[in-house]
Structure formats: structure tokens, C-alpha cells
């Protein structure tokens, strides 16, 4: 569906993307991750043929971007773009037309996006009395009303409550069981864990890897996540680094990757002697993932 090929972009001497490659699959919802300045926006919108790329070739749907690549991308930015004094359904005619669409199927197309992000109940409810979630999701439906190939979410549930979270999450679902592809942005790395076929963490311009999450976990050489807490930390990883345990800090919390599953009883009998306050196994999750691999690579 999506293809980038060697992508350059700078602003006068400040290079935002280097060589960039990406590739999205018709029909499966790829997260974006990055920091802050990473080249995530910069991406959207050489994409979304709002700016021009200094180099590289992009190729969406088998076609080169151009203007007429425009009218098969849906994109909801991460800020809202409703007019709140208007309507739900106000706002998509006002987005259906300028995305051209003719205007004897104009309102069946808003019926059955309202419908699709459930808020078809909501149709002459203007934005401003509509909770957060809500509005999230008329936003979404801004994307969707011409009937995208791929749809590009910046930040979809950010500052949303966790049960708002979930109504987008769902949403975003329910797009890829209609075969629409989906483009994902994401601080939040449970989002990506819970949402993605393939993930590509970007740094500085460059995407580091690209791949399934199962295909991440093999890129760090641990079956488990042990995290301890202990009032004699050195001794621990000392403890730990004699049986070929590596040690992370993930924020203040002492870590250790597990090379193999164990039961805790035999966790806890290698650290004998040791004095532990609490300790408890996790699976490898994106956060170890994304860490190590953004640390390797920090300049």
C-alpha cells in the first residue's frame, strides 16, 4: 500500500529525515513510534503530498504521491479539526465537499460514517456539547467520510480517559476488519502492542527497525523481565551478571533480563543471601524493546 524509499528532507542545514524506508502492507494498521522532532510529522506530511521530499520516492497504491494520490488518504490530526459550533454532521458535509465528493451521495456517506464511528445518534448535536471521546472520533470520521485507501491517525487517544481510550481502539479495529490500511502515531507503547502488525521505531530521521512485535522480541536476548527491588542493589547484579543475567533501570526500578524462563523459586534461590523487597516477572514488552534499541542508538 505504502512504500518509501530513501526519503531525504532538511530544513536549510537541519536534516529531519535521512534515507528513510518504510513499508506498509494494504490492509494493516503499522505504528510509527517516535520522540518528539523524530521526523514523525515531517513524514505525514511528505505523504500527504503537503510538502516535498529533497529526495527518495514514495509510492501509495502503486502510484507516485501527487495531488490525485490525496483523494485515497484520510488523516486526523492529532489536534481536532471540528468547528464546534457546528453540528456532527455539519462538519462532515463541510469536509465530504472539500474532498469532492458529488453531492447526491453526500448524505448517505455521512450517515454511514456517523454510523461507522458510532455517533449516528449524535448527527445534530453540535461538536462543543460532545464529551472528548466523542470527539475524538468525529475527528477520525473527518478521515474517513470520502472513503480512504489509507487513513493516518496522529495521536489518536492522546489526553483521552482509558474508556475513551478503549471506544478508539475499537474504532481503529474495526477500520482494519474493513481492509482499510491504517498509518498509526503513537507515544503510547500498550497502544502499539495492542493495535499493530508491524511496528518501526524512528530516531532522528532514520527508522531503526521495522517488524512484527515477535520480530522486536528477538532483537533483545531475554525470555522474561525480572524486576527487583532490594536494599543492596550492587550485590544483586553482581548476583545477576554471574549468571549471565543483563541489568536495566527502567526508570528508577532495577531490572534484569531473563536468558531463559525460570520459576521463581529458582529465581529467588540465585539470589539467596540477598534481601528482596519485592519482585515480579514480566513478558518483554515494547517499553524494553524501544529502549534498548533508541539507547543503542542515541548520538
Not at 515494547?286 to 548520538?299: D, G, K, M, R, W
Amino acid at each position: 500500500m505504502l512504500k518509501i524509499n530513501n526519503i531525504n528532507k532538511s530544513y536549510g542545514k537541519r536534516q529531519v529525515l535521512h534515507n528513510l524506508n518504510l513499508n506498509v502492507a494494504n490492509g494493516e494498521i503499522y505504528g510509527l513510534l517516535g520522540a518528539n522532532g523524530a521526523g514523525k510529522t515531517t513524514t505525514i506530511n511528505i505523504i500527504c503530498n503537503l510538502l516535498k521530499a529533497d529526495s527518495g520516492d514514495i509510492q501509495l497504491n502503486n502510484q507516485p504521491i501527487s495531488e490525485a494520490t490525496k483523494k485515497i488518504i484520510g488523516i486526523a490530526p492529532q489536534e481536532n479539526i471540528l468547528y464546534k459550533s457546528l453540528t456532527c454532521e455539519e462538519n462532515l458535509r463541510f469536509f465530504a465537499e472539500i474532498y469532492g465528493l458529488s453531492k447526491n451521495i453526500i448524505n448517505q456517506k455521512i450517515k454511514e460514517t456517523l454510523l461507522s464511528v458510532n455517533l449516528l445518534d449524535r448527527a445534530k448535536s453540535p461538536v462543543e456539547t460532545l464529551s472528548g471521546g466523542m470527539q475524538r472520533r468525529l475527528n477520525i470520521a473527518v478521515a474517513l467520510v470520502h472513503q480512504p485507501k489509507l487513513v493516518i491517525l496522529d495521536e489518536p487517544t492522546t489526553g483521552l480517559d482509558i474508556e475513551s481510550r478503549y471506544e478508539v481502539w475499537e474504532l481503529i479495529r474495526q477500520l482494519k476488519s474493513q481492509g482499510i490500511t491504517v498509518l498509526l502515531t503513537t507515544h503510547l507503547l500498550d497502544e502499539a502492542e495492542r493495535l499493530c502488525q508491524k511496528i518501526g521505531i524512528l530516531k532522528q530521521g532514520q527508522i531503526l527497525v521495522e517488524g512484527s512485535l515477535a520480530e522486536l522480541r528477538n532483537l533483545i536476548p531475554a525470555q522474561e523481565v525480572l524486576v527487583m527491588q532490594t536494599t543492596q542493589e550492587k550485590e544483586a547484579i553482581a548476583r545477576a551478571q554471574a549468571y549471565g543475567f543483563t541489568h536495566r533501570y527502567y526508570d528508577k526500578d532495577l531490572a534484569f533480563w531473563l536468558p531463559e524462563s525460570l520459576d521463581l523459586k529458582e529465581i529467588i534461590s540465585r539470589f539467596e543471601g540477598i534481601p528482596i523487597d519485592a519482585i515480579s516477572r514480566q513478558p518483554v514488552r515494547l517499553e524494553h524493546i524501544y529502549l534498548e534499541l533508541t539507547q543503542q542508538f542515541a548520538s
